[in-house]
């Protein structure tokens, strides 16, 4: 197992040597031509230095071709650095900061600007995309308006008779979800306090009951993705349900209800509409082993 482990190590250390060799030679390049900067043209870095410091106007004619030709090579190869890195750097960072200072200097003595302020941008793109994909975490309570359906079986003397049960109410609860960009994966749980009423599906059968408590928990794993810029998510959603429902009997001899189960597997699809740290949010979805839906509508703040 440790001459694997050592092996794969190897394998790894090979493969990114390359890299880490070349990175090592643009660094270099750029602390050869600092230190020719110091050597040769002392007096005109000085001078540049002092007069941004202090916020002076600055005469580009009083500066050599040479001079400024040098910052812009090593402003470029500093910019060959950053185009690599795969982490988020802020602008406060040591590399960035120095990348900031030479295009400050370039600007003063107004040169290739057009070329700068491109290789500006790209830098700025790179790290604006790099941050684009990194994910935050972000808490939601909500609460909901539900409206789900609840099989049951009526069985008597001559046969069975499909029951349907319609509950309503409310469903407050919280989500956690991990989101960048451009995509949403959330977890979120509600505590269902519902009722609702149950009549038969077949005209023959009389059997009603009304205001059914019933109660339980709904939790639920989604990914959506932001539609627009003001943030609107649309996904896909699994629910999933432990309900607690109980349905009297008939007086009638012979027949007895027979509850559905109390787990129900779902799937479907969700809409979130933002407006500030508050949101609208809509839910349809149908279950998996039987023939019903349930939806809802929601109200939410997140954090």
Not at 15 to 23: E, F, L, M, R
Not at 261 to 284: C, D, H, K
Not at 288 to 295: A, C, K, M, V
């Amino acid at each position: 197992m440790a001459i694997k482990f050592i092996t794969t190590l190897f394998i790894i250390l090979i493969s990114i040597a390359p890299v880490v060799a070349k990175d090592d030679i643009v660094f270099n390049q750029v602390k050869d031509f600092q230190k020719k900067l110091k050597q040769e043209y002392s007096q005109e870095l000085n001078n540049l230095r002092s007069q941004i410091k202090n916020d002076e106007t600055i005469d580009p004619d009083s500066y050599t071709e040479k001079f400024k030709k040098i910052n812009f090579k090593i402003y470029s190869l500093i910019a060959k650095i950053l185009i690599k890195e795969k982490r988020l750097l802020s602008p406060e960072h040591k590399t960035r900061k120095l990348f900031s200072t030479y295009r400050e200097r370039l600007s003063q003595l107004e040169y290739q600007e057009l070329k700068v302020e491109k290789i500006f941008d790209l830098i700025n793109n790179h790290f604006k995309n790099i941050e684009d994909k990194q994910y935050s975490g972000h808490w939601r309570l909500f609460i909901d308006y539900i409206s789900w359906q609840y099989g049951a079986v009526l069985n008597k003397p001559t046969g069975s008779s499909d029951l349907v049960i319609t509950n309503k109410g409310i469903c407050p609860g919280v989500n956690y979800a991990r989101e960048n960009k451009f995509l949403s994966f959330s977890v979120d749980a509600c505590l269902l306090q519902t009722s609702g009423g149950v009549s038969s599906i077949d005209p023959t059968v009389t059997y009603t009951q009304s205001n059914i408590s019933a109660t339980g928990i709904k939790s639920s794993i989604s990914i959506g993705y932001f539609a627009s810029a003001s943030k609107t998510e649309i996904g896909f959603k699994i629910p999933l349900m432990l309900i607690s429902q109980d349905l009297e009997d008939p007086p009638a001899v012979g027949y007895k209800v027979k509850e559905g189960t109390n787990l129900i597997p779902m799937a479907g699809v969700y809409s979130r509409w933002p407006i500030g740290n508050y949101f609208f949010q809509t839910e349809f979805s149908k279950y998996l082993e039987e023939d019903q839906t349930q939806w809802a509508l929601g109200l939410g703040y997140k954090f």
